[in-house]
């Protein structure tokens, strides 16, 4: 095509005009507040020098044009105050000053003209003195983080007006007084109608919780009001609350009255805290709690009562904690098998007779009840308990015999319960570093940026579980590289639960390719931190992070490489036409280096992943908690070097081989092939989900092997193959109508427990037939959590994700909207439904079942006169008892709308239903009962679907991922 030469100019202009809003000075008020700021610091940032801050490309300063928007200077070791100065940079959108621990003084209320501003961070400096008014005039601000400083006096009431407010830190300082309300003419934190999180432990704030203050407008989920010194009555409106996760009230030592009835109405509730009060009245009742996981109501003054029957009623409890509450009574032996239960303490009660474990969850690590009247134990025949258990101070401990350990008076802590630290991946000797640097992950001395990060309110107590904290270095490291920081590993380690009830643990970054950050990294490094920009798994809650001053070794120098770059494209201003060439050469350039960049971050992402084999020797890691970690080595012995005899199966990701574990367990082992690894965000992200998710219809994980650039994932061995392969034939596995509801039915509730009981939620994303593998009992278990979706912060939601599923199966409103719901499982399963009844597959020779069966429904009919589509495996169909529902409920689930659709729990309940009316209840029986059952060697039990599986022509079975 021929471009007009007159085009061609028009554009270079544009191009130059361009170039020039980049080139020009910045505004002359922006760079005098920029110096003002500096001339009041010790040392001056290392090249703010001259009068272009935006030009220059000052350390910490982003410009628009030629204005500047963000300060960030986070972790840079600036000592001095906030000059007033500031009040000059009107276009200011960030402030982040954090961790500057020697910067402080009062701040200057000017701060209070900057009216873009949207995030004033200064979380971890020293500034002191009352929090200016004037920030309540910030009409954008979204974002305040004044935390960890050393504030004094009262909280403003002005503060009510910021409309705008997200996240609302304040804790760690020494503010006095109450919460400030809505007085009839001056707006109060009750008006704070669009904050999600309140944040304001650790000071000394009192007088009542003024009931006021909660209301149903508000959209809090986070409450924090911990370590303070609040006295009266907590108000019933907290009742209103409904969209709260996680509440503190804990160390309110004068917090007195009973806790309001209606808490029942907080069903989101996930983290509670409300030890060492002084509250009355009866033991919260938590019925119907059921998103709770961290419960601690220790040392309060509760009047005496029995056990509650809701101990033994919470799915996602993992921790426990009732010291000196006043119980009473033998504890129920459900307590000890709550599926997610890691740690119980009970110290201090009156609880008595028998203890009884036998019966008890694998994660479940601590059991304290010291000081109570227990007289007799009952460990249980087979698997006994044998993680901590505290007994001293009960009759039981006075009979004299050897029950040494867990009569023991002292001790607390079992050797077997180290807390988890990233190990050293050093394939030889572990070098030694010299004073200023430190060994990373990978085994390479640095100079790391340290800090110490706290949680606040974890979902969990078991700080053994590596699962954890695997996933927070991998996610913290991907989002450094992510927004392109250059960042070798993290580290973690010296954890502990401090006196204020937060989980602290010192973190360490190291940087990749060179010896040390420079100050630009660390300013990107502690914003991603101080800013909230990192979100941690939901399981960690909320957090806050106190960074180092990071040591330059040869202090702050000046680097002026940017001034450089400037001067070719000032002279070609300057020399007109042949300029403008250069110009544009400078300028595709430029566009050139940015579309490399991903692909750079990319590469580095690829690599990233180190987990140590030393750390998880067998020796020190005694059971299987949650994953384990194997070796390549010790998995090629396991399979007898991946022997041909032992593999059982294939798909698109590698090969599964069989294996036997020294301890006997066969398990199954899905190897990658090289070339086609899975990424290792899926990869991660199968072990992360499948090491927490227990139940007894979905596959459970061994452990995993990410060594030696490989990656395996280690199953439990399920022998019966594939609910497809029963279907087709293929595996001699015959079901019949009652095995086939049965089979649906343990389906129906492996999924629902991904949606309802897991934490958090789970999307599954991949329902399908050859994802529901048979055991010996012909038990259904659904597995292949490749796909699989958390849900988010707020919990129910639904999240618009690149669409993925496989066709036939895939929820056709997912497909056009990309938002995903558990809505879409649902109508995966309801696919499921229909391919069990007929044995066909969801799309063949370009039917689809749905369709079909929609066109074939005729409700007046006898078997909805859908003879001709059944299973004729399925023989008489006047034997197909509850036939009808059952088709009903299907075509339910393939709803075109998620709405019109059931949830997973309403499906259970419905096919539980068809189960009696089949009379096909009941323990399921062994494979080899009634049933016609070919012995031989079961195939591929994890396989997805390999290209064979569809070899009936037609439409081959594909994943879909579009652009
Ligand atoms: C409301 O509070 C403001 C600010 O604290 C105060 O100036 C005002 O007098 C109060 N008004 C009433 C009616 O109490
Ligand atoms: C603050 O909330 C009260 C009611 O709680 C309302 O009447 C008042 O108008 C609100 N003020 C502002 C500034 O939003
Ligand atoms: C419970 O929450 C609902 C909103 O979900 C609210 O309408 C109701 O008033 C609350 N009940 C109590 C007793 O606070
Ligand atoms: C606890 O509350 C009771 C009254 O309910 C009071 O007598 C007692 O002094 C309080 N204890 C503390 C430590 O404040």
Redesign the pocket.
Known sequence: MEVSPWLWVIFSFSVLLQALVILADTNVQDTSGLNGIAANWEPQPSNWLGNDPCGDKWVGIICTGNRVISIRLSSLGFSGTLSGDIQSLTELQYLDLSYNNKLGGPLPATIGTLSKLQNLILVGCSFSGEIPKEIGQLSNLAFLSLNSNKFTGTIPPSL??L?KLYWFDLADNQLTGGLPI?NGTS??L??LTNTKHFHFGMNQLSGTIPS?IF?SNMKLIHLLLDNNKFSGSIPSTLGLLTTLEVLRFDNNAQLTGPVPINLNNLTRLAEFHLANCNLTGPLPDLTGMNSLSFVDMSNNSFRTSDVPTWFTTLPSLTSLYLEKVGISGELPKGLFSLPAIQTLRFRRNHLNGTLNTADFSKQLQLIDLRDNNITAVTLGAGAQYKKTLMLSGNPFCNQGDSNGAICKATGESNPALQSYSTAFNCPGLQPTCSSSQALSPNCVCSVPYRGTLFFRSPGFSDLTNASYFLLLEQTLKAKFLNLSLPVDTVAIHDMLVDTNNNLQMSLEVFPSGKVQFVEQDISGIGFILSNQTYKPPPVFGPYYFLGQTYSFSSGLLQTSESKKNRIPLIVGVAAGGAAVVAALLAFTVCIIRRKSKPKQTEERSQSFVSWDMKSTSTSTAPQVRGARMFAFDELKKVTNNFSEANDIGTGGYGKVYRGTLPSGQLVAVKRSQQGSLQGNLEFRTEIELLSRVHHKNVVSLVGFCFDQGEQMLVYEYVPNGTLKESLTGKSGVRLDWKRRLRVVLGAAKGIAYLHELADPPIIHRDIKSSNVLLDERLNAKVSDFGLSKLLGEDGRGQITTQVKGTMGYLDPEYYMTQQLTDKSDVYSFGVLLLEVVTARKPLERGRYIVREVKAAVDRRKDMYGLHELLDPALGASSALAGLEQYVDLALRCVEESGVDRPSMGEAVGEIERIVKMAGAGGVAESASGSMSYTSRTPPHPYDGDSPSDYSGGGLPSMRVEPK
Do not use: C, E, L, T
């Open positions: 009510g007006s409309s809505f707006p109060g009750d008006n006021q209301n």
